[in-house]
């Protein structure tokens, strides 16, 4: 290791537990529970240099992190690689018998794979580590990534069905109700998103599917397109149809998607839709499910590729230089690329608007939750939308910092809130106790 290097050495990692509140969003495993769990990385070099990052914050994933975090000492900011192996020695999972391993493919949300622990891992400690280097070196993470490609990156308006407010109340005996009110009709969709588009300039509308009957989720398309003609319309069942259901409902919104993602479970069942739909008209299938690293991007190429676009998640591909990897490869076999969201804060969308504008292929606006957070963790409070897009910063690192005081709220939230696993299933069972989340449900 250089002199440089030497002083710089990372001898120090913080994983600061946060929660913050979260709406009653509905989504086909259930419903959001009232608080929302992420983690907060700091990585401190000898120096007094501190990188940050954002990731998931479920028990498991902490479990994670803290098994990792001593084998970075000593390493320096720019030694990723060695990063990379370390972390894979030391909680790579053991191999999932059959069983387990269909279990982990028919779940919700990738990011809870045991599958992915070594790239969520990985990715955690990649971004602090690369906002090191940006401030070693005094650049904006976009550069070390190859420089941009885009002065800002487009994101997109992401509806939910939801209900008026939590059932076990929102948030505490201070907080008011939840302020975007109940979204179950069609018109109640479509103030939802007047509301959202005025308050962000969004130039793109996403619906979260999957939860109400698929007729009724189909209507309030149709209402969207009624009421913002020309805007682009994505609709994400989250593999909650059968295939005979998903092909009827895109077949009645002939015209209308932009793009149909994750209909049916699994990517026999992706393709099978995407057989059917060729004949019918073409309406391009989308996924954050079935296509979720290289090994399912390799499966998904030798069928023929029924999905032809891939929604990247950094938190769970890996990280930056990952994601960049896919999009050439997405190049390669002509596939479109966006990126997928769940519940996060500023560092998160950070990080992902570095990653895009580094990527010249980036063929449809993000999607981001954003909107449905109230609270924040960096310095300057809540990041600022321009016509639907967020500026790259051009600061060095990621270009945000920690606001200590709201980190230390969001760590007491975490501690108060009783929440250590994301439950979206166990939160709707105090809804309706019948409630089993079995897919595809419609």
């Known amino acids: 290791?250089?002199?440089?290097?030497?002083?710089?050495?990372?001898?120090?990692?913080?994983?600061?537990?946060?929660?913050?509140?979260?709406?009653?969003?509905?989504?086909?495993?259930?419903?959001?529970?009232?608080?929302?769990?992420?983690?907060?990385?700091?990585?401190?070099?000898?120096?007094?240099?501190?990188?940050?990052?954002e990731s998931y914050g479920d028990q498991p994933m902490l479990d994670a992190l803290a098994k990792a975090a001593p084998a970075l000492v000593g390493l320096s900011p720019w030694a990723l690689n060695e990063m990379e192996v370390r972390v894979a020695a030391l909680v790579a999972p053991p191999a999932l018998t059959a069983s387990e391993f269909l279990g982990q493919q028919v779940s919700l949300a990738p990011g809870t794979h045991v599958s992915k622990t070594v790239a969520k891992v990985v990715s955690a400690f990649e971004v602090a580590m690369l906002d090191l280097q940006g401030q070693m070196a005094g650049a904006p993470i976009v550069d070390l990534l190859g420089g941009a490609a885009r002065d800002s990156v487009p994101f997109s308006a992401y509806l939910f069905y939801k209900y008026a407010e939590h059932i076990d109340g929102p948030y505490g005996p201070d907080s008011s109700p939840d302020a975007w009110g109940e979204a179950l009709a069609p018109q109640q969709l479509v103030e939802q998103a007047r509301r959202m588009i005025a308050q962000y300039g969004f130039q793109s509308i996403k619906l979260k599917a999957g939860a109400l009957p698929p007729e009724q989720e189909a209507a309030g398309i149709l209402a969207l397109a009624d009421a913002f003609p020309g805007m682009p319309l994505r609709i994400d069942p989250n593999g909650n149809w059968t295939v005979e259901t998903s092909l009827k409902i895109v077949q009645q919104l002939q015209g209308v998607l932009e793009y149909c993602e994750d209909p049916a479970p699994g990517l026999d069942g992706m393709a099978a839709v995407a057989r059917e739909m060729a004949r019918e008209g073409d309406v391009p299938l989308a996924t954050n499910m079935v296509v979720t690293d290289f090994a399912e991007f390799r499966r998904n190429a030798e069928m023929g590729c029924p999905v032809k676009i891939v929604l990247s998640d950094h938190h769970y591909w890996g990280g930056l230089r990952a994601t960049q990897r896919l999009s050439t490869l997405c190049r390669t076999f002509d596939l479109g690329l966006s990126m997928h969201s769940n519940s996060h804060l500023g560092i998160s969308l950070v990080a992902m608007t570095h990653l895009c504008a580094s990527v010249p292929l980036l063929t449809y606006a993000c999607d981001t939750h954003y909107p449905w957070q109230d609270e924040e963790v960096v310095e300057g409070g809540r990041l600022q939308f321009e016509q639907g897009s967020l500026r790259v910063p051009t600061a060095p690192g990621l270009g945000v910092r920690l606001d200590r005081e709201a980190l230390a709220r969001l760590h007491d939230n975490y501690l108060r809130c009783g929440i250590r696993n994301r439950d979206d299933l166990g939160q709707m069972r105090k809804y309706d106790p019948a409630f089993t989340g079995h897919q595809p449900r419609f």
């Not at 009653?24 to 259930?30: H, K």
Request: aromatic share 4%; proline share 8%.
């Open 1 to 53: 290791m250089s002199t440089t290097h030497a002083i710089h050495a990372i001898r120090h990692i913080r994983i600061t537990p946060i929660a913050f509140r979260d709406p009653p969003l509905l989504n086909a495993a259930g419903i959001h529970e009232p608080w929302a769990l992420r983690s907060i990385i700091e990585i401190e070099t000898a120096s007094g240099l501190v990188g940050i990052n």
